[in-house]
């Protein structure tokens, strides 16, 4: 039986705001920029497609709104070529669901995702290396 990724508090809270004014808007008006704004938020924090995905909303659109807004307050977006650090409990930290996911993606757009199992290895440093090192 497959099991359900948790939606963390603040995207839940985010998609109920988003079906609240899918139950009101006037035919084809087009969503509020509050809820834009709040959803290019939690894209920077949880990640473009989980937002998108949990939302209903456009991806596309959605990541070209936080570049741009990112753009205006002088901050820079980040790029294949930098480093992010994350603590391991976050990576592979406990979750509802046995195993762990990861997400790669590019500055093309491509992404890459694998789901391990419970207790599975993975050379983590090898795998970055590959995708990056890959030709389009």
């Known amino acids: 039986m497959d099991k359900q990724p948790t939606i963390p508090d ?3 809270a985010l998609r109920r705001r988003v079906e609240t004014w899918r139950k009101i808007r ?3 008006s087009p969503m509020p920029e509050e809820l834009w704004s709040d959803a290019a ?3 920077a924090h949880h ?3 989980r937002v998108a995905r949990t939302l209903r909303i456009n991806y596309d659109s959605l990541k070209e709104r936080l570049e741009r807004g990112s753009k205006k307050e002088g901050k820079k977006t980040s790029s ?3 480093f992010v650090e994350m603590p391991a ?3 592979f930290g406990a979750s509802q669901s046995p195993g762990s996911v990861i997400e790669m993606t590019d500055g093309k757009g491509c992404t890459l995702t694998i789901r391990l199992a419970e207790g599975e290895k993975l050379d983590v440093h090898r795998l970055v290396a590959a995708f ?3 030709r389009a």
């Open 10 to 12: 603040d995207i839940e």
């Open 26 to 28: 006037t035919k084809r």
């Open 41 to 43: 938020r939690l894209a």
């Open 47 to 49: 990640g473009y497609r």
């Open 80 to 82: 294949p070529e930098e």
């Open 89 to 91: 409990s976050e990576v």
């Open 132 to 134: 990056r090192s890959r």
